[in-house]
Nanobody, 116 residues
Framework: QVQLVESGGGLVQAGGSLRLSCATSGPTFSGYFMAWFRQAPGKEREFVAHIRWSGGIKFYADSVKGRFTISRDNAKDTVYLQMNSPGHERTAVYYC?????????WGQGTQVAVTS
């Protein structure tokens, strides 16, 4: 059974930094893309970035390109999202999942609130 636990959210200033973590457990994710998604209040969930578990191929949404960095630590079975200068980003709950996402794998997410 896939289990994904997000952490690291909190309050961040517009010009600050924050690192989110996603601890994975369950079947091996080798060959899969692991992704971060986010959902702001009243908005649909949207894709942020993904990384291939093996090989490290990355892809970012245009809105975060150059400011956010996705990475993974295979030894720790953890995926990270480094958020730099979130600036105009809305407050949102960030989730990790495979890409395409598995319905049963959605966790509670971790909330990020951006202050000016």
């Amino acid at each position: 059974q896939v289990q994904l636990v997000e952490s690291g959210g909190g309050l961040v200033q517009a010009g600050g930094s924050l690192r989110l973590s996603c601890a994975t457990s369950g079947p091996t994710f080798s060959g899969y893309f692991m992704a971060w998604f986010r959902q702001a209040p009243g908005k649909e969930r949207e894709f942020v970035a993904h990384i291939r578990w093996s090989g490290g191929i990355k892809f970012y949404a245009d809105s975060v390109k150059g400011r956010f960095t996705i990475s993974r630590d295979n030894a720790k079975d953890t995926v990270y999202l480094q958020m730099n200068s979130p600036g105009h980003e809305r407050t949102a709950v960030y989730y990790c999942n495979t890409n395409p996402p598995r319905i049963e794998a959605w966790g509670q997410g971790t909330q990020v609130a951006v202050t000016s």
